[in-house]
């Protein structure tokens, strides 16, 4: 007996590397349309997956075959359109990733495991009502470089680049975009990614106000990390039936289906964050780019120190490279309120620390100038990008550290639990009174953390008084204070009441955080990141002190009413180096222009494109063994692209072994993205076949990272 069955390929989480192609077959009683959500059996168990091809001519299943049926069909969800499967198709080939695997995991995690019935449920539930739009809020007036960006945003077609200081306005000229484009058409949506740490409630609210009264309450929603699955689920649901307008999220956001999208805002483009470093390695920034051309979207990226990619992407055209880049860039060098000294950027300081006594923490001229600030009921922030007290414990008799039994690392040393503690793979010990190598109870911190400072801050400020006669107030703002839901809120809040007056912290604390009332920050120890052996710590560096730089001042009323110069003090052994030079003066440009001049010289990204293969095993030995030999069996077989390609050979990574597994990579090269591409498809069976052989036993994984941050 045969029975009609359509055919229908389905996209599936399988195993990575399990040797099971992207999709697999299933039969279904009815045609079903590429894009809709179905539950399938594989094994044992019951899987989400996503129709994908649309061979599904009806066809009598032969007797005998083996198709499977589907399971169950999420009737009440219209498919996933065209521009979404060709978005995570492109990424999965692009990242080198099995599709399912990308299709999964850009769907909210709840709807895996939800019946049809329990989803059918969920969409009948009601919607919040929907607020009466009202149009009475005013838009403000835009300054003169907001509308001119505003007005090219309008008329041409991007893709943009918002150069504009920090403080100039940037986000005003994404909220009157967003406005323009969704008031033109009743069915268009917009998408707004920010960085992890950047999604504060403050712009969140800052969202909601000005759009909820013109599109209605549910207008906006969010999609980040931080958010249960219910919410997530809910947002998702709301952009994917166009009831959401506006979604505001981090860079999974960069997936969500959207079938009404026609501008993508990726603020402080530059960030890291937007670089996913677990699964497919994708970035967020990149794909932006990649959907807004096949979608016909607008994509605006927007930043006051822009990645060197983006900013030599949006290069002028000059006499020599009549075309110019790809994007089009649009400065906006003012800040608002510069018409008064208040809205200026702020006067950099550098103090030589070779002129100062040894071990200084706080040199004496900042001291003064954070004492100064206090007794005026200013605020200051103080960044170091190191937390706990001290990075390392040792004995001054027999030279014993904290190194952690599981990783090539030292255990930091936490003083207020009084834990050793290894950030790479988290084993911790309480400190020991005696060494534990001779026994001596000599045994001290070496080198400060965030812990320290604060510590150290208290006692040197001990003395000094807030106008109202209370003592000094410092705070800490890091990954140890804000471990717990809800923390880094409230302290944000606390800083922003003015409960504050010195506020220590990490990175975390000098991105996009609108403090109002503070007038100096202060770097302490940046040097670190000056000699470092990735080509792009100098970039980060400055662009991490430029955004410090840009916390303090925000508020021209307040600043002018203060009367007070707003400072960023840099502390250094090597105050002259080229990245403090170009923040004394905010020149991005010119540290930009020296950047991308030695960058070329070395044929350095962006004038060549790179990937990394990353192999981990029990042993180093192993770990690299497995890179040559699949660096020999691409040779030896001729890949495609290998001509352009260069390999270089494996080498241990910095922090060699993290909780026990050893972890070597390798550098592949190319002035061609194209051939970099073929040649990474064309190796992925290859190292697949590598990795099966009875050699390579002890490895334990491996993983391919293209266009990959750090090296
Ligand atoms: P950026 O995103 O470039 O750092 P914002 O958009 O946050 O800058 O603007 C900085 C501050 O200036 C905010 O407090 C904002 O409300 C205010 N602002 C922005 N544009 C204007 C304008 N045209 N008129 C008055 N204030 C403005
Ligand atoms: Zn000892
Ligand atoms: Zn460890």
Same mark, same amino acid.
């Given at each position: 007996?045969?029975?009609?069955?359509?055919?229908?390929?389905?996209?599936?989480?399988?195993?990575?590397?399990?040797?099971?192609?992207?999709?697999?077959?299933?039969?279904?009683?009815?045609?079903?349309?590429?894009?809709?959500?179905?539950?399938?059996?594989?094994?044992?168990?019951?899987?989400?997956?996503?129709?994908?091809?649309?061979?599904?001519?009806?066809?009598?299943?032969?007797?005998?075959?083996?198709?499977?049926?589907?399971?169950?069909?999420?009737?009440?969800?219209?498919?996933?359109?065209?521009?979404?499967?060709?978005?995570?198709?492109?990424?999965?080939?692009?990242?080198?990733?099995?599709?399912?695997?990308?299709?999964?995991?850009?769907?909210?995690?709840?709807?895996?495991?939800?019946?049809?019935?329990?989803?059918?449920?969920?969409?009948?539930?009601?919607?919040?009502?929907?607020?009466?739009?009202?149009?009475?809020?005013?838009?403000?007036?835009?300054?003169?470089?907001?509308?001119?960006?505003?007005?090219?945003?309008?008329?041409?077609?991007?893709?943009?680049?918002?150069?504009?200081?920090?403080?100039?306005?940037?986000?005003?000229?994404?909220?009157?975009?967003?406005?323009?484009?969704?008031?033109?058409?009743?069915?268009?949506?917009?998408?707004?990614?920010?960085?992890?740490?950047?999604?504060?409630?403050? $712009?969140?609210?800052?969202?909601?106000?000005?759009?909820?009264?013109?599109?209605?309450?549910?207008?906006?929603?969010?999609?980040?990390?931080?958010?249960?699955?219910?919410?997530?689920?809910?947002?998702?649901?709301?952009?994917?039936?166009?009831?959401?307008?506006?979604?505001?999220?981090?860079?999974?956001?960069?997936?969500?289906?959207?079938?009404?999208?026609?501008?993508?805002?990726?603020?402080?483009?530059?960030?890291?964050?937007?670089?996913?470093?677990?699964?497919?390695?994708?970035?967020?920034?990149?794909?932006?780019?990649?959907?807004?051309?096949?979608?016909?979207?607008?994509?605006?990226?927007?930043?006051?120190?822009?990645?060197?990619?983006?900013?030599?992407?949006?290069?002028?055209?000059?006499?020599?490279?009549?075309?110019?880049?790809?994007?089009?860039?649009?400065?906006?060098?003012?800040?608002?309120?510069?018409?008064?000294?208040?809205?200026?950027?702020?006067?950099?300081?550098?103090?030589?620390?070779?002129?100062?006594?040894?071990?200084?923490?706080?040199?004496?001229?900042?001291?003064?100038?954070?004492?100064?600030?206090?007794?005026?009921?200013?605020?200051?922030?103080?960044? $170091?990008?190191?937390?706990?007290?001290?990075?390392?414990?040792?004995?001054?008799?027999?030279?014993?550290?904290?190194?952690?039994?599981?990783?090539?690392?030292?255990?930091?040393?936490?003083?207020?639990?009084?834990?050793?503690?290894?950030?790479?793979?988290?084993?911790?010990?309480?400190?020991?009174?005696?060494?534990?190598?001779?026994?001596?109870?000599?045994?001290?911190?070496?080198?400060?953390?965030?812990?320290?400072?604060?510590?150290?801050?208290?006692?040197?400020?001990?003395?000094?008084?807030?106008?109202?006669?209370?003592?000094?107030?410092?705070?800490?703002?890091?990954?140890?204070?804000?471990?717990?839901?809800?923390?880094?809120?409230?302290?944000?809040?606390?800083?922003?009441?003015?409960?504050?007056?010195?506020?220590? /912290?990490?990175?975390?604390?000098?991105? /996009?955080?609108?403090?109002?009332?503070?007038?100096?920050?202060?770097?302490?120890?940046?040097?670190?990141?000056?000699?470092?052996?990735?080509?792009?710590?100098?970039?980060?560096?400055?662009?991490?002190?430029?955004?410090?730089?840009?916390?303090?001042?925000?508020?021209?009323?307040?600043?002018?009413?203060?009367?007070?110069?707003?400072?960023?003090?840099?502390?250094?052994?090597?105050?002259?180096?080229?990245?403090?030079?170009?923040?004394?003066?905010?020149?991005?440009?010119?540290?930009?222009?020296?950047?991308?001049?030695?960058?070329?010289?070395?044929?350095?990204?962006?004038?060549?494109?790179?990937?990394?293969?990353?192999?981990?095993?029990?042993?180093?030995?192993?770990?690299?063994?497995?890179?040559?030999?699949?660096?020999?069996?691409?040779?030896?077989?001729?890949?495609?692209?290998?001509?352009?390609?260069?390999?270089?050979?494996?080498?241990?990574?910095?922090?060699?072994?993290?909780?026990?597994?050893?972890?070597?990579?390798?550098?592949?090269?190319?002035?061609?993205?194209?051939?970099?591409?073929?040649?990474?498809?064309?190796?992925?069976?290859?190292?697949?076949?590598?990795?099966?052989?009875?050699?390579?036993?002890?490895?334990?994984?491996?993983?391919?990272?293209?266009?990959?941050?750090?090296?």
């Amino acid at each position: 007996m045969s029975s009609p069955y359509c055919i229908v390929q389905v996209a599936l989480q399988t195993p990575s590397h399990s040797g099971v192609g992207d999709l697999l077959s299933y039969a279904s009683e009815r045609p079903l349309a590429p894009g809709t959500l179905v539950r399938v059996p594989l094994g044992t168990r019951e899987l989400l997956g996503v129709v994908w091809d649309a061979d599904q001519a009806t066809g009598e299943l032969p007797d005998g075959a083996t198709l499977r049926p589907i399971a169950g069909v999420l009737d009440g969800l219209a498919p996933l359109d065209l521009p979404w499967r060709r978005l995570v198709a492109f990424a999965a080939r692009y990242y080198q990733r099995a599709l399912g695997e990308v299709a999964l995991a850009a769907l909210p995690p709840q709807l895996r495991d939800l019946r049809p019935e329990q989803l059918a449920r969920r969409l009948r539930r009601p919607a919040k009502a929907v607020g009466d739009t009202i149009d009475a809020i005013e838009n403000i007036a835009l300054s003169t470089e907001q509308e001119s960006a505003r007005a090219r945003i309008a008329s041409e077609k991007g893709p943009f680049l918002l150069f504009g200081s920090t403080g100039s306005g940037k986000t005003e000229v994404y909220l009157r975009c967003v406005q323009e484009m969704l008031e033109a058409d009743a069915t268009a949506q917009a998408l707004v990614m920010v960085p992890e740490i950047n999604l504060t409630p403050q $712009l969140e609210e800052r969202f909601v106000g000005r759009f909820a009264p013109r599109f209605g309450a549910g207008a906006v929603v969010s999609l980040h990390s931080g958010m249960t699955n219910p919410q997530r689920l809910k947002s998702w649901l709301a952009a994917h039936s166009g009831s959401a307008r506006i979604v505001l999220g981090t860079r999974m956001a960069v997936f969500a289906s959207l079938p009404g999208l026609q501008l993508i805002v990726v603020d402080e483009e530059h960030d890291p964050s937007y670089k996913q470093q677990e699964g497919a390695r994708y970035s967020a920034r990149d794909l932006a780019i990649w959907r807004g051309r096949e979608q016909g979207a607008k994509v605006l990226l927007g930043s006051a120190t822009p990645s060197l990619e983006s900013w030599y992407a949006s290069r002028p055209p000059t006499p020599e490279d009549p075309e110019g880049g790809r994007y089009m860039r649009l400065h906006m060098p003012s800040r608002i309120g510069s018409g008064i000294a208040a809205g200026a950027l702020p006067r950099v300081r550098r103090v030589d620390m070779n002129q100062q006594p040894r071990r200084t923490v706080f040199s004496a001229p900042l001291l003064q100038a954070i004492t100064e600030r206090v007794a005026r009921g200013e605020q200051s922030m103080i960044l $170091l990008n190191r937390r706990g007290y001290a990075p390392v414990l040792h004995c001054v008799d027999c030279g014993w550290k904290s190194d952690c039994p599981h990783c090539s690392a030292h255990q930091v040393f936490h003083k207020a639990d009084r834990t050793l503690r290894c950030h790479h793979c988290g084993y911790t010990v309480r400190v020991p009174r005696h060494c534990p190598s001779c026994g001596s109870p000599d045994i001290h911190p070496m080198g400060r953390g965030t812990e320290q400072l604060q510590e150290q801050l208290g006692a040197l400020l001990r003395n000094v008084q807030r106008p109202d006669g209370a003592p000094a107030r410092i705070a800490r703002i890091d990954a140890d204070t804000t471990k717990a839901k809800g923390a880094l809120q409230a302290q944000l809040a606390q800083v922003h009441s003015g409960e504050v007056d010195v506020l220590v /912290g990490t990175q975390m604390i000098a991105k /996009g955080h609108d403090f109002r009332r503070i007038t100096l920050v202060a770097a302490v120890q940046p040097d670190g990141a000056l000699f470092s052996s990735d080509f792009r710590a100098p970039e980060r560096l400055f662009a991490l002190l430029m955004q410090a730089a840009g916390r303090a001042g925000r508020d021209a009323a307040y600043m002018a009413a203060q009367g007070t110069q707003c400072e960023m003090w840099v502390q250094s052994f090597h105050p002259r180096h080229a990245v403090f030079e170009a923040l004394r003066t905010h020149d991005y440009e010119a540290f930009a222009a020296q950047q991308l001049k030695e960058r070329e010289e070395a044929a350095m990204p962006p004038f060549s494109y790179q990937a990394l293969v990353r192999a981990d095993a029990r042993t180093q030995e192993v770990a690299q063994g497995f890179l040559s030999a699949a660096t020999a069996a691409a040779h030896a077989a001729g890949l495609p692209g290998l001509e352009v390609v260069t390999l270089f050979p494996p080498v241990p990574l910095t922090i060699q072994r993290v909780a026990n597994v050893e972890r070597a990579q390798m550098l592949m090269e190319s002035s061609s993205r194209a051939a970099l591409q073929r040649f990474l498809a064309a190796w992925q069976p290859v190292l697949q076949a590598t990795r099966s052989q009875p050699e390579h036993k002890g490895l334990i994984r491996w993983l391919v990272d293209v266009d990959p941050l750090a090296i």
